[in-house]
């Protein structure tokens, strides 16, 4: 399967300098649990990293840090790990399985970002892979029964 498939198609981005206020803020808006990081140059689109909501949670609320006070700059994750949307989905499982990560930035051949291959993005596509095989088997076993009839009894040679 490939990525360009099942990923989202939206990059929503915030400022380094912008509160973690902001950015969960962003984040509920956009129905988003991360947002790509850029510089605060104005017409900025070059990402410099990622904030997830994970970050948020593990590195402020949980030390009892308003969020206010702290910008994105300080708690994202520096960089991004990309994947081009012509890869294979399990070539996205190894990078995010060797990165230890549930998000890749989505790049066209020019290396131009064109959206987020989520953790769960990847599960729902597996998910319906799986039903489609399910399907098939139990499509199989109802032609079976009208072609042979049920077998009700097991019989012991």
Do not use: W
């Not at 380094?16 to 988003?32: F, Y």
Request: include cysteine.
């Amino acid at each position: 399967m490939n990525v360009s498939r099942i990923y989202t198609r939206s990059l929503i981005a915030a400022q380094r300098s912008n509160s973690l206020q902001k950015a969960a803020s962003l984040m509920r808006t956009h129905h988003v649990g991360a947002l790509l990081v850029t510089d605060d140059e104005p017409n900025s689109d070059r990402a410099i990293g990622i904030v997830t909501d994970r970050d948020l949670v593990v590195q402020v609320i949980a030390d009892g840090i308003s969020p206010e006070k702290r910008t994105i700059g300080e708690v994202m994750t520096p960089g991004i790990s990309t994947i081009t949307e012509t890869s294979d989905v399990h070539e996205a499982i190894e990078v995010m399985r060797s990165d230890g990560i549930r998000r890749l930035a989505v790049a066209d051949e020019h290396g131009t970002l064109l959206g987020v291959l989520s953790f769960d993005d990847v599960i729902d596509a597996i998910a319906v892979e799986l039903s489609g095989l399910a399907d098939s088997i139990r499509s199989e076993r109802e032609r079976e029964i009208c072609e042979r009839g049920t077998f009700t009894s097991l019989t012991r040679h």
